[in-house]
């Protein structure tokens, strides 16, 4: 029986008790939660307390379960377990993302196994499968919804024709988006996962900081209304590809057509896409977070030690990885302009992209406005490909139109081909 030592016994923690007393692999000998004392009910008799020492001053202990969240404690218990040559067992993502480089390097000297499958989707066993079957190929492309409250807020926008703040409202009171939302819809969570993915298949370390990242915050219902007028669906998408030797990595919202496999992964649920050079194209999805679930792969990762079937991710010396700018990417846009109502504008817009290079794939006019009408129209245009810094000079040019009565938005749209040069 392995003996496991607990920190946090909130959402996750209390499912992970749940499946652990049913176990034949393991069994939790303490707990160090701050409010253990109004828990009791939940504990029985497992000795608990707010002072971590009664975990980490226990010899019997093998392996400590880090579910508290955070930064700080988090990474003191990182610290003391591989200095105590202890596993480590986290669903913490904000913690990797920043601290990794140091502890999975410290880890690996110290020949400390870390098992983080919770922190990157939930109950989706991507880091396994990612170790242990594709990996040993070169992968061109990664492409993730990683992040559920956002994949649920843009969904029922689709839905129910809301706008933004509507939904995140009734999925707060649904518990279903936190308090403070604001490290799930400006995109941080998603990212803190990427970069751990994309260091996991490079074994590179890639600095999430330094990935661009956009929200979902802007997004608005015109925008989500076009996207099924036109066939795709607007997704907070995570996208990792290799391209002419260089790393691009970005989060942003993204046309998703729905010729890709994540054009059906709706509602709260998150869902990976992985292309190997020779085994092509897996997708792996399912629930992404929630108590049960989650604990689930904390619970498989502790099982697996248990049988010694883990396996470490060798991190002596990484090399950090290059992010090739995102503003030299080459992808389709939308775009969408609010113009006024008068012969000439589309010629004119045509122009700004046409001088540029950039060449159109379509048109789109709102037609329920009056002919004669004063108000602003949209006005849609789908590019072919073309690089997204050429595209915002030509849109920051149509801004200073006096027909354009509205900032421009650009949204790519992208399958699950990895781009060519
Ligand atoms: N919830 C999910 O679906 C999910 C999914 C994937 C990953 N995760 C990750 O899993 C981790 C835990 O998430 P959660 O949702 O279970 O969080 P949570 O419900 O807030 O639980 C955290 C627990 O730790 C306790 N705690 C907080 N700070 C502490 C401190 N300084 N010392 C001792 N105890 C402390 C909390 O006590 P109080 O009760 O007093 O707050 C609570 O019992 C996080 O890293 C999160 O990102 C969660």
Redesign the pocket.
């Given at each position: 029986m392995v003996k496991i030592g607990l920190?946090?016994?909130?959402?996750?923690?209390q499912g992970l008790l749940q499946l652990v007393k049913k176990s034949p692999y393991a069994e939790i000998k303490a707990v160090?939660?701050?409010?253990y004392q109004k828990k009791k009910d939940i504990l029985q008799d497992i000795p608990a307390s707010?002072d971590p020492s009664m975990i980490l001053e226990n010899p019997e202990i093998d392996i400590y379960v880090e579910?508290?969240?955070?930064i700080d404690?988090p990474l003191f218990i990182a610290r003391e377990a591989i200095d105590r040559k202890k596993t480590l067992i986290?669903?913490?993502?904000?913690?990797l993302a920043e601290h990794g480089y140091a502890i999975f390097s410290r880890a690996s000297l110290n020949e400390v196994h870390i098992g983080f499958e919770?922190?990157i989707a939930?109950a989706i066993p991507i880091v396994r499968n990612l170790m242990s079957v594709i990996n040993y190929q070169p992968i061109s492309r990664l492409q993730g919804i990683l992040n559920g409250t956002t994949n649920y807020l843009l969904t029922k926008m689709a839905k129910r024709k809301a706008p933004y703040h509507e939904v995140l409202k009734e999925a707060q009171e649904l518990g279903l988006a936190e308090a403070d939302p604001t490290l799930d819809v400006n995109g941080m969570d998603a990212c803190h996962k990427l970069a751990l993915l994309a260091s996991l298949i490079t074994n590179k370390w890639f600095e999430y900081e330094r990935i661009e990242t956009v929200g979902i915050e802007q997004i608005s219902l015109s925008d989500i209304l076009w996207a099924e007028k036109m066939g795709y669906k607007i997704k907070l998408l995570a996208d990792y590809h290799y391209n002419d030797k260089k790393h691009f990595i970005s989060v942003e919202p993204t046309m998703i057509p729905s010729s890709s496999p994540l054009y059906a992964i709706d509602n709260e649920d998150n869902a990976i896409l992985v292309k190997g050079e020779f085994s092509g194209e897996h997708l792996f999805a399912g629930k992404g977070?929630?108590?049960l679930p989650?604990a689930y792969s904390v619970y498989a990762d502790i099982v697996n030690y248990a049988l010694g079937r883990h396996s470490s991710w060798d991190m002596k010396h990484p090399e950090y990885a290059a992010i090739a700018p995102e503003s030299g990417a080459d992808y389709e846009f939308y775009i969408r302009l609010q113009v006024q109502n008068r012969p000439g504008v589309l010629a004119k817009a045509a122009q700004s992209l046409g001088s540029r290079g950039i060449s159109i794939a379509a048109v789109h006019q709102e037609a329920i406005y009056e002919e004669n009408s004063q108000d602003p129209v949209d006005l849609v245009i789908v590019t072919h490909h073309c690089r997204k810094e050429v595209l915002t000079k030509a849109l920051a040019e149509i801004e200073k139109q006096d027909y354009c009565t509205n900032a421009a938005v650009k949204i790519p749209i992208k399958g699950s081909d990895t781009p060519k040069k």
């Open positions: 920190f946090g016994l909130g959402t996750v923690g160090v939660d701050r409010s707010d579910l508290i969240g955070g404690f986290t669903a913490n993502k904000a913690l919770a922190a939930g977070a929630g108590s989650t």
